[in-house]
């Protein structure tokens, strides 16, 4: 079976690595074009490109795959029996999704059809799910809106976002590899979504990491790790941007104001949040390295009283 692969992120490498290595023959890697990225602004190759080359797959970057021709043409001429799919970052065209034999299929990192879109796996942890997981489906022509054929799962809890993505980018190409010989026989099940239980999830911005303290203890303790490792959830300290790397919620009520420092010792950093109280326990100041509260209250210290905003 002749694949065509298409993703970008690191989210995608699992399941092409998967592939070749369970001897399917993938013909070309289709990727976005090499961007300048971190600090530094050096232009560097996708993880997916790094991962094809190195097992010496033909690589292509189109700038863009709606109504270019050329690259139309190139996957005609290879012929492909499938197109596999994983966080490539663009929808793909009619013209594209009609060319391979057995059709385009997707990994998405969700339990369709909850969180379609650019960030599931954030929104899975900031709405509460204690379950998430991956959806092998048909592509069609809207976000995420083809049907479904195979589902994994997982649970949310004590999970950041960054344990989940590397978690769920295992359970794709798992999922994707026991899914293959349905797929071959065309055997494949397709379950229609429910439209009703669809849901959106909109792409994270570097302001989003931002935590509201007039929320529950609860909701900033999931906002904590919905935001990590990227763009990290941060508060006002003195003007200041603090990072806020784990929390927990006490079953303690206090009138002070939303985000009043309340203690500060070696247990954690205990803030008014939503009525309530949220113990801080890890945290990284500006220019600094990420510390639990106690080591950094062993040479600083965080002024009682002080509001974070």
Known sequence: MKIVYMGT?????????????????????????????NRGKKVQPTPVKVAAEELKIPVVQPEKIKNNQEFLDEIRKLSPDLIVVAAYGKILPPELLEIPRLGCVNIHASLLPRFRGAAPIQHAILEGDTQTGVTLMYMAEGLDTGDMIAKRS?????????????????????????????????????????????????????????????RTPEEIERH???????????ALYKGEAVK??????????????????LAAEKEGVDVSAGGRILRVTRIQMPGKRPVDVAEFLRGNQLDVSEILR
């Open 154 to 214: 997982t649970i949310t809890a004590g999970k950041t976002a960054g344990d989940l993505h590397d978690e769920l980018s295992v359970l794709g190409a798992e999922l994707l590899l026991e899914t293959l010989p349905a797929l071959k026989d065309g055997s494949a099940p397709r379950e229609v979504q429910d439209e009703a239980l669809a849901t959106y999830a909109p792409m994270i911005f570097k302001q989003d990491g931002h935590v509201d303290f007039t």
């Open 9 to 37: 992120p690191e989210f995608a490498v699992p399941a092409l690595r998967a592939l070749v290595q369970s001897g399917e023959t993938v013909v070309l890697a289709v990727t976005q074009p090499d961007k300048a990225r």
């Open 224 to 234: 904590i790790r919905g935001m990590a490792p990227w763009p990290g959830a941060f």
């Open 244 to 261: 806020l790397l784990a929390a927990s919620a006490l079953d303690k009520k206090t009138d002070a104001a939303p985000g009043t420092i």
